[in-house]
């Protein structure tokens, strides 16, 4: 059973924000009980929507007096379930979405981290700079939850996920105490503090600030789409284009199901009947690019792509790059509801999973379209469902599990991007033996020695498998 | 691990679940909730809270249809605070149709939530007077007169904040508005000839007449035949907005009669938010015995000045040197996704540089009597969208609907700013040498 809060504690927090900051009421906390993982919903007890670093110790302080757990989020575009409320108190950063300040000559920018990640590159636009980790939901997402879930999009394959970005951040451990990590200087010495942050999916605290690398904008860009019968064709171009030593911006794949999606939702030109297509960018000076691309152009042909397009200006490319970065969410034209995997297998291996995500497919009789990160083995596949059927629900969670497993046979793993939250948790053994376990959870005790943060996330209780949770909090039908 | 009670007692009269036989059920399931419109959404980039996004709209709108959750005060405050800009359907991926669901969602409330006498009065107000152009007229009488002994500032001072919002909004008297020259007119024949209606709308007759008369002109001079308009009326927009589905259906028919009869190939108003209400008569009136063919193809001939301008020849030969911005009036980006064609007409006149303005999409915050009715939020807006013009440093922002003219020419003058807020028709006109003007204030 949950904790029920004290109306006294509930005063506390009060007297520390502002009206609109706190959110008491069962039909308005009702939409924050899910995110983008609709399988599994709980509704918090109390939100809470700080301004500031002072507010979020404050309130955090208060918490640790009461010995109460508390789940952070930003925008709630998360895919595994990280801001599920497991705990009374939802702490949302939505409010904290100040720049602080642009270092343009040394590349770093401070935010907040309710930021938006695309407003980070918006705000540095005309410098030049750009934030390189580009999730699909960047748009929306946030710096805090980006950090959280260490995120990456399609130009990981060039630049690195989220990690490699983040210099510094400013996290408010679980009992309130303000506490700096890393700083704006590039390597710092001791240990790599701001790393364990990053990827802890708010189990350490919460992160209010951080400090960002930012990139100078490449020259120039070239963009390919090439479209293939098959996506085994696809897959070994991908392989012949990176064992060349070329290394593209990205490279993305999309399937014949999500196809239709896309040009359905963004009247892109693309064939209806092909088994895939990639889009491949190349990135970086102008001297050299043409030839780059025509060599990947032929690579690609041998591969057995049947035709190869080059985006004539900036509106084709960005056309090109809507459809891949909405492409998740066109899939709502296809189906009610839908669940996102995120598996990583080497890259060699794409041709095999892909036939075994046919074969799940097949078997749970539920249709599974794909579009990933095909430049790193990052997979996405995307599982069709009702959530208004629950047995497509029951299904829906066996066939994400059968396809994780059959990553982690082929020598992947868990999650390249989306993490772990609740939806992989009862996978975590199938990749981490009971000691890795206990390691990592002496490592979050160092920040948060009592698991008040975002409780029930990540690690799976020891001994403890949860049953399968899908219908158990589904909203009456 | 248990949740918190889900549903709450106090609130409405309905049954629950009875909101399933009036918003289209099967499309609240096109919503995926992946939240890649929140920043779209004007009343989410202010408050920041679900509850105020799209994505947070159309689950409590779900909620109310599985019984989840029971109409409340809360709900009805979230659902009231959505400007129907539909910004959240040009972000929206997955196709949801907003618009439509939020339209039936307004219905339902309005049939179940009792509304306190303050906003009963109120809507009763507006939906009586606005729809009306004589009315109106009658109304603005007093105004005029003050206006006339320049007493404005006075009666604004001196107001009840209540009133003040409802006279601040009105434009001063436009004896000054700019005026396109017939001497530029092309000839029929020159031209493509195409039979044009301008519908007049309601408001706009009698707050800003001009805009729909240079629209006429301008298409004229374009080589276009205008056609008469006999007996059209308001197009609905503000029923809609406020659940009053009967009305406006009533409303639909007659303009639906009116537009087919008069042979118009195309049809536009200087009102971009008639224009979209136009554009969606066909499935507005998609179960009518009588009217659903007609209707579906009078909302097919919707289109804008704009477009027009740009297809037809150009009456524009003199310079005039200004700069620029253009504002995105909700209802033609997001309603009719007109957004290029503004702008490209813009940029094509001899003299006028064209600056991008920040946030050009994002609502204002007039959205038809929302300024009336929740003033606040819409005054954010206001000074948000006011922020970004003045960021600029044009002489003029151009728009294209008389809501967003008003609502941002008062912040404006609240800030003295000089920078004159100006339809496009109007625009066009003093482009084309008609006269001078000392704004559209
Ligand atoms: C359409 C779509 C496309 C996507 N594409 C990608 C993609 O290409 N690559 C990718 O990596 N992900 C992708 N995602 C997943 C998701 O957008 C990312 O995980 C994102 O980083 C989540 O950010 P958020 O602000 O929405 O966080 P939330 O969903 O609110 O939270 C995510 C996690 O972070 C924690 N958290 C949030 N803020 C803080 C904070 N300040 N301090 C500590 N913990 C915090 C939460 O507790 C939770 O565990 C996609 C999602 C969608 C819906
Ligand atoms: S973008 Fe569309 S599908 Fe996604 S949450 Fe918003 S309305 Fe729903
Ligand atoms: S119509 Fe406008 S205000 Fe309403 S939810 Fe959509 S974006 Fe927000």
New binding site residues.
């Given amino acids: 059973m949950q904790k029920q809060i004290d109306p006294r504690v509930m005063a506390e927090l009060r007297e520390i924000l502002d009206p609109a900051g706190v959110v008491s009421r069962p039909g308005e906390l009702n939409v924050y009980e899910c ?2 993982w609709t399988i599994e919903k709980s509704v918090p007890q109390l939100l809470l929507r700080p301004r500031s670093t002072a507010e979020v110790s404050a309130l955090l302080r208060v918490l640790h007096r009461h010995n109460l757990p508390f ?9 595994s379930g ?2 599920l409320p497991l705990a009374p108190v939802m702490i949302c ?1 939505s409010r904290m979405n100040r720049i602080l300040a642009i270092d343009a000559r040394n590349r770093r920018i401070e935010v907040e ?2 930021v938006v990640n695309l407003n980070v590159s918006a705000a540095v636009k005309g410098a030049g700079l750009f934030y390189a980790p ?4 960047q748009a ?3 710096i ?6 260490n ?4 130009h990981t394959l060039k630049y690195g996920v989220t990690t490699n970005h983040v210099l510094g951040v400013e ?1 408010v451990l679980p009992d309130g105490e303000v506490v700096e990590l890393g700083g704006s200087i590039e390597e710092p010495c001791g240990y790599d503090l701001v790393g364990a942050v990053v990827g ?3 189990t350490m ?4 600030r951080a400090t960002l690398r930012l990139l100078r904008e490449p020259e120039t860009h070239r963009t390919l789409l090439a479209i293939f019968d098959q996506v085994e064709a696809a897959t070994r171009a991908v392989s012949a284009i990176v064992a060349s030593g070329i290394i593209p911006g990205a490279i993305e794949m999309i399937d014949h199901l999500i196809i239709r999606a896309v040009v359905d939702a963004f009247h892109v030109e693309l064939p209806l009947a092909a088994g895939a297509v990639l889009i491949i960018e190349l990135d970086g000076l102008g001297a050299g690019i043409d030839e780059q691309a025509g060599r990947v152009t032929e690579m690609v042909r041998a591969s057995g792509a049947s035709e190869v397009r080059l985006a004539r200006d900036e509106a084709e490319r960005a056309l090109l790059w809507k459809a891949r970065k ?1 492409a ?2 066109a899939v709502g034209r296809l189906a009610p509801n839908y669940a ?1 995997h995120d598996g990583v297998v080497p890259r060699t291996r794409l041709p095999e999973i892909l036939q075994r995500i046919t074969r799940i497919s097949q078997s749970h009789q539920l249709s599974i379209g794909n579009v990933f ?1 095909a430049g790193d083995g990052n997979i996405h596949p995307i599982v069709l469902y009702d959530e208004r059927d629950p047995d497509q629900v029951r299904r829906a969670i066996a066939a994400g599990h059968d396809i994780l497993k059959a990553c982690v046979e082929l020598g992947g793993s868990l999650s ?4 772990i ?1 609740v939806e992989k948790i009862n996978q975590m053994p199938l990749v981490f033996t009971p000691e890795d376990l206990a390691a990592m959870v002496e490592l979050r005790h160092v920040f948060d020695p009592d698991e008040r943060s ?1 409780p029930g ?1 990540v690690i799976p209780q020891p001994g403890a498998c949860v049953e399968v949770a899908a219908p158990r909090r589904q909203a009456a039908l | 691990m248990g949740s918190a009670p889900r549903a709450n007692q106090a609130g409405g009269s309905a049954s629950p679940g009875a909101i399933r036989d009036v918003v289209d059920y099967e499309l609240l399931f096109d919503c995926v909730h ?3 419109c929140l920043e779209a959404c004007p009343t989410y980039t202010l408050n920041r809270a679900e509850m105020d996004s799209p994505r947070g709209r159309i689950y409590l709108m779900k909620a109310l249809a599985q019984g989840a959750l029971e109409l409340d005060a809360d709900v009805v405050r979230h659902l009231d605070l959505c400007l129907e800009c539909r910004g959240c359907e040009t972000a929206c991926p997955s196709g949801v149709r907003y618009g439509q669901l939020i339209e039936k969602a307004r219905v339902y409330v309005e049939r179940n939530w009792r509304r306190s006498l303050r906003e009963r009065i109120r809507n009763r107000l507006i939906g009586e007077i606005f729809p009306y152009p004589r009315r109106l007229d009658w109304l603005l009488m007093p105004m005029r007169l003050v206006d006339a002994l320049g007493l404005r500032g006075t009666l604004e001072r001196l107001a009840p904040a209540a009133l003040r919002n409802w006279i601040e909004l009105l434009p001063a008297a436009r004896a000054d508005a700019p005026r396109f020259p017939r001497a530029a007119a092309v000839h029929e024949d020159d031209g493509p000839g195409k039979a044009v209606a301008v519908h007049e709308g309601c408001v706009a007759q009698i707050l800003t007449p001009s805009e729909n008369a240079n629209s006429a002109r301008a298409l004229e001079a374009a080589g276009y035949r205008v056609v008469r308009l006999e007996r059209t009326v308001c197009c609905g927009a503000l029923d809609i907005h406020n659940g009053n589905r009967k009305r406006a259906l009533a409303f639909a028919r007659q303009n639906v009669r009116e537009l087919s009869r008069c042979g118009a190939e195309a049809i536009v108003s200087a009102a971009s938010g008639c224009s979209a209400v136009i554009a969606s008569y066909g499935e507005l009136l998609r179960e009518d015995p009588v009217w659903a063919t007609a209707a579906r193809e009078v909302s097919s001939r919707v289109t804008d000045l704009s477009s027009l301008m740009i297809a037809g020849r150009t009456p524009f030969t003199r310079e005039f040197v200004a700069k620029v911005t253009y504002h995105d009036s909700c209802h033609l980006a997001h309603g009719l996704g007109i957004r290029e064609a503004p702008r490209a007409l813009l940029r094509s006149l001899p003299g006028v540089t064209l600056v991008e303005l920040a946030e050009a999409d994002l609502c204002c915050g007039s959205a038809g009597s929302y300024n009336l009715t929740e003033p606040e939020m819409a005054r954010a807006l206001a000074a948000r969208k006011a922020d970004n013009v003045v960021a600029t440093g044009v002489d003029y922002v151009i728009l294209s609907n008389p809501g967003c003219e008003l609502q941002i020419a008062a912040e404006l003058r609240r800030r003295g700013s000089k920078i004159r807020v100006m339809h496009l028709a109007d625009f066009l006109a003093l482009a084309a040498g008609g006269g001078e003007a000392r704004g559209a204030r």
Avoid at chain 1, 205 to 208: D, W
């Fill in positions: 995110d983008g789940v952070p989020r930003g925008a709630g575009t998360g895919l990280g801001c950063t981290s309710g580009d999730p699909s939901s929306a997402c946030t805090g939850g980006n950090i959280a879930e995120s990456g999009g399609p996290i802890a999916e708010g605290g919460i992160v209010t909405r998740f969410g996102t990160h390249g991007e989306h993490g939250g975002n996330k | 992946c939240g890649l």
